[in-house]
């Protein structure tokens, strides 16, 4: 059973089904293996706990 994870900040329901019809998508026609055996692990993180060049993405998106 392959599984795909993918590990991101927190967001909405939405995107989340969205990435993981796409994800699953991409990886059947890249492998030929039936969709139903795939499975996919969305794994969110708070923006304070992402790093990014030195700074967290809360403090980024903060200044943005």
Not at 44 to 52: P, S, V
């Amino acid at each position: 059973m392959p599984v795909i994870t993918i590990a991101m900040h927190s967001t909405t329901e939405e995107v989340k089904k969205n990435l993981i019809e796409g994800l699953t998508a991409a990886a059947v026609a890249a492998t030929s293996v039936p969709q139903e055996k795939f499975v996919v692990f969305v794994e969110e993180y708070a923006t304070d706990a992402i790093g990014l060049g030195g700074r967290t993405l809360k403090a980024i998106k903060a200044a943005q």
